[in-house]
């Protein structure tokens, strides 16, 4: 039998499936209606039909709900370089481990647009948004570790993989339509490489 | 005659010159002795013989007063940056202006490391100086616009450049002597080049 050990535990007055994801999704539709500074926990849980306990059980605080789905990125950045083929430097590793990241935020463009705007207009939020950058990129370096790639090339490549995404990201942002992130993602690696072996100023 | 814009101001009681630089060593005292949490902004202005109020003319907040060497390090890069020779490539550019900002801090390694462990030990430390890292990356972005170099390489190269300076740093925190920072990061600079060329995991 599976049992969700996440969403039920028998210190709760109730079973609450999901708890994590209803939060986070009221938190984003009140962050956007109303901004982030105007919005209280008491409010995030009450339009997911959940107590404000229920909130601080599964989010530490307000800017965390809005980090839901950062787990669920590192998740993936991390098998996904666990399972490249072998003949893949580790560049190659961590490339087609963004793409992917990037192909999953496009499946849902409007929602991350949505989340980007609300974390743009915060400073406190900007600050913990490069936090997770940070914590993504310690992940891949550590799943290249586990595939015996040392140090500091590990490290290297898994920040500057990072450091091209935001790029990415932010002309992504910035020019909605095409083309598509992963595309962005993968023309700015490309010319990354080029930059690092010629072109003068 | 010379105006020091800065230190002098009608409004202010009395001439004090050079409180930002007083009251930023005054915080790394009190910071290394009693801790970030402990140290109050009336503490600090004390110490630097300094009023309250002149803290906060100076600084946001109790945060604000620790990074006040980045302006002088983000002029350092953007000058550096605008000073490369013509044949320089974009990333030889960014790479010369992070290697003199090394050389800067090698000038005082006990206070850098000093400042380091106040940072590691606390969340929004880290955070801050994330964001830091972050407007250094724009800056030096900014002075390859005006080179004449386009985006994205301008901002990839920056970008890059900073994720390579923060690798570099953290292994020179973890391995105190030699070698020095700017070898550090020459030394990860030239690997970022070959991972990107070829070495299968």
């Not at 999901?18 to 209606?33: C, K, Q, S, V």
């Not at 992940?139 to 590990?154: C, I």
């Not at 595309?183 to 700015?188: H, L, S």
Request: glycine letters at 6%.
């Amino acid at each position: 039998m599976a049992v969700t050990v996440i969403a039920y535990h028998p210190a709760m007055g109730r079973w609450e499936p999901n708890a994590r994801g209803r939060l986070a999704r009221a938190a984003m539709t009140l962050y956007a209606e109303q901004g982030f500074e105007g919005t209280t926990t008491a409010q995030i849980a009450q339009l997911a039909g959940l107590t404000e306990r229920t909130f601080f059980r599964n989010f530490a605080d307000k800017r965390e709900v809005l980090f839901y789905g950062v787990g669920v990125a590192q998740e993936l950045l991390t098998r996904t370089i666990a399972e490249a083929p072998a003949p893949a430097t580790p560049m190659d590793a961590v490339s087609a481990a963004i793409e992917a990241m990037c192909a999953a935020f496009q499946e849902h463009p409007e929602r991350v647009r949505q989340r980007d705007a609300i974390i743009s207009a915060n400073a406190e939020l900007q600050e913990r948004n490069l936090t997770k950058h940070s914590e993504l990129a310690a992940a891949m370096a550590s799943a290249l570790r586990d595939r015996g790639v040392p140090d500091p090339a590990a490290s290297l490549t898994a920040e500057t993989g990072i450091a091209v995404y935001r790029v990415a990201f932010a002309r992504w942002i910035k020019e909605p339509g095409q083309p598509d992130l992963p595309v962005i993602f993968r023309n700015a690696m490309a010319e990354l490489r080029g930059e690092l072996s010629t072109a003068p100023i």
